[in-house]
């Protein structure tokens, strides 16, 4: 008996979002595709390789030709090789014949930004199989791949129109990248939602409701800064809480060394240092979320050997940088919220730094 | 003396453009650029070479670094390792630092492409020096390169906040490129102005002021129907009038034989047929377009040495194209006026081809 599915829509002028949450989705994926496409004789198909070793697709159905590819697993996916060759195999695809993207966060990434850029856009279906995949990258549209001067720096906004998240599929993640996915739903309970935040003080999701009920509460926070602000000019920056030391820790350690919701647990204890400095928040509620995020298996100190000069260089904090212009943050505020905070001196953002 | 410069704004959500109709306009570039974005200490430039030789750029600001790049002239430039050039040139920029685009439709397409792409799109300023960029390619936001399988098949929408049409440039056009220019100006006077077509009636616009009437009036219409349908879904489409039929000529004869104008104008006299046997004109009012048209300077009547092949492949009207499935096509109406129809036969279009 599968638990209770949950879902969640996001209103976007002209473009929602449906997400789907639920225990077995996966089987159901060529179904929600025909009702939502009746009419298509084709569609699109990339599907991260790790992915399609552990959780076989079920046949498409016979009359609807499938444009696949394989992409390679993870990050390296999100190149502009890699979407290329998925504009070539989608090019020949009406605006009225969807793709279908399965995998983690790389996987959409890549595979959302390829359907953005054919015909202008064609509609898109998102498969997501991890838990940064379903609390975050499935959720408000951006797509990307990377340049080699920096992550995400190609891309647009192209939100799915139906996002399934099978929460099966998380029991083949290692216990380290469901804790670093669980970095963006702590995310979004410090953010605006303080009873998420006494369910995650519980540490990881036991059982598949546990996790339906914990990523639709972090989806519905994050669905809420979205619609308010789609193209990221607004309250939309909370979502950026833990990251701006988050991204330069992945810079100067790469992705292999720590993953994304690792380096972001590190940001938001970093940040949370200012924020008592600044009295948004007391010492006691710091510590509160420092011991929530070792009960989720997080790290919130910097290793040892990280490259301070890679580091700096990544937050502005070398000279090459104009002087005199402040840094934006998100600071942490009370027991669970937030604010963009915009004159953060060059001094106070080294100082934080664990 | 200058002729009086004329304005339209286009509404769309989040993301309005100007439109600035005038003469001399090229020489005020950094000052609008200083006024909209004050504090870049960046910008980004392509320019269309041939441009480039004939109309000198004023001499940046001493405060502002130019990133700059000049594009193949024309068709040339939409492809994707121009796309890539400007990604690379641009990416180190900031998203409140805007890039300027210079020259015809080509170089809108791909310049604004690149511009949607990096950082998830940064703010762009088109600078149109031909008819058909003034006209059609500066409004509406559909940015675009080609891929080997068809044109503008990769893009997506990204309309500029400014653009600056400057007439003085189109006196170093030549009288091909105006008049192909003009088809996509009779288009909109026929979809909705029938002031315009009057005006049109006399001729290629013979001064400054006149070419700044019959543009800014032509945007007009443009305007209204993007802001009424930005994503192409509904009332946009009677945009394409004439495009069906033009399109696929442009293929089975490429660019270099057919200019994209005069493709449109043989479009638009093959539909304006189909019209006449539905009864939607009269077989007058379609003989007033084709004197209209050939009075400036375009051409209604298909080439004898057309590829049918590729002709009726683009039309699909060739065997691999699905049986039963009727094509949308804009038919005029009346004097002025036009509706899209989606019930066309495949003899009926068979039927029109000139």
Request: a negative charge; one cysteine or more; glycine letters at 10%.
């Amino acid at each position: 008996m599968h638990a209770e599915p949950r879902s969640e829509r996001v209103e976007l002028p002209g473009r929602a979002t449906d997400v789907l949450l639920g225990e077995g989705l996966f089987g159901t994926l060529w179904a929600a595709l025909r009702t939502r496409f009746p009419a298509a004789q084709r569609c699109g198909l990339a599907i991260d390789e790790r992915v399609a070793s552990l959780w076989p697709l079920p046949p498409a159905p016979a009359d609807l030709h499938v444009l696949d590819l394989t992409l390679p697993a993870g990050e390296e996916a999100k190149d502009r090789d890699t979407l290329a060759r998925l504009q070539d195999r989608w090019i020949g695809l009406r605006r009225d014949e969807p793709v279908v993207v399965i995998g983690g966060g790389a996987a959409l990434d890549v595979g959302g930004f390829a359907a953005a850029t054919v015909r202008r856009g064609l509609p898109w279906i998102a498969v997501a199989t991890t838990v940064v995949a379903m609390a975050d990258a499935s959720v408000g549209g951006k797509v990307a791949v990377n340049h080699p001067r920096g992550k995400n720096l190609l891309g647009t906004f192209h939100p799915p129109s139906l996002v399934l998240s099978d929460v099966a599929t998380l029991g083949t993640l290692d216990a380290r990248e469901r804790s670093a996915g669980l970095a963006e739903v702590y995310k979004c309970a410090r953010l605006s939602d303080a009873g998420l935040l006494a369910v995650l003080r519980e540490g990881e999701p036991q059982d598949a409701a546990a996790w339906i009920d914990a990523l639709h509460r972090s989806v519905a926070v994050k669905a809420r800064l979205v619609e308010a602000d789609e193209r990221d000019e607004g309250v939309r920056r909370l979502l950026n809480y833990g990251h701006t030391v988050g991204h330069a820790l992945e810079r100067a350690l790469g992705n292999e060394r720590m993953r994304h919701g690792e380096a972001v647990a590190i940001g938001m204890h970093a940040a949370a240092g200012l924020a008592v400095a600044r009295d948004l928040m007391t010492a006691a509620q710091r510590e509160e979320q420092h011991a929530d995020l070792e009960r989720l298996g997080l790290p919130t100190a910097l290793p040892g050997d990280v490259d301070a000069v890679t580091l700096h260089r990544a937050l502005g904090l070398d000279k090459k940088r104009t002087a005199g212009a402040n840094h934006v943050l998100v600071l942490p505020v009370g027991a669970a919220g937030a604010r963009v905070v915009d004159d953060v001196t060059d001094a106070e953002l080294a100082s934080i730094l664990p």
